[in-house]
């Protein structure tokens, strides 16, 4: 057994699959199982399979996972990241865009573009904060909160799709162990 292959190792080498049928196809063209690099001839160094890396395969899922989130969100719906931000303001309270963007893993140049493109839909508004006028605060508009439900319903409807290959003890551990790397 060669270094790291331990319990997860068989796992990993054995591959995976996603069982999904029409829509889903093109999604599933995403996700190849590992052994295809190994066939290729792609392992760069002795012992080394990219496609038995952490990172690459979390890129893969993530992948995927927007690929789900695009097709049941629809061209007019909001991005992952425009979601993000929506969900957060979700509780109603105003919330400084830099501590927002904290809060949904952006730096400050991205939730500043995400928040300029919700407020030109009329999903968001900007508020000067009035402690610091250097600080701006924001929170979703009528409009805003107007969509919610039913974006929530279609996100709860992505989780699912993304979740779809794995049994409910498989999807639980994973959102276990995502956790634990946060």
């Known amino acids: 057994m060669r270094a790291g292959a331990g319990a ?85 309270e105003e919330i400084s865009q830099n501590l927002l963007g904290r809060m949904t893993a952006m730096d400050p140049a991205t939730i500043k573009g995400v928040i300029a493109r919700l407020e030109e839909r009329g999903l968001v508004e900007r508020l000067p904060d009035p402690d610091d006028q250097r600080r701006v605060r924001v929170r979703l508009s009528g409009k805003g909160f107007a969509q919610m439900p039913a974006l929530v319903e279609k996100a709860r409807a992505i989780t699912a799709a993304t979740l779809a290959p794995l049994s409910r003890e498989e999807a639980e551990r994973l959102l276990a162990l995502l956790a634990r790397l946060d």
Do not use: C
């Open 8 to 92: 997860v190792g068989p796992l990993i080498r054995s591959g995976w699959e996603i069982g999904v049928s029409g829509e889903d196809a093109e999604i599933a063209a995403v996700a190849k199982p590992a052994a295809r690099q190994r066939k290729q001839g792609g392992a760069v160094a002795a012992g080394y399979v990219l496609d038995e890396q952490v990172g690459f395969l979390m890129r893969r899922a993530q992948q995927r996972h927007i690929a789900i989130f695009q097709r049941i969100m629809g061209e007019d719906g909001p991005t992952p990241t425009q979601f993000a931000a929506m969900s957060k303001l979700a509780g109603g």
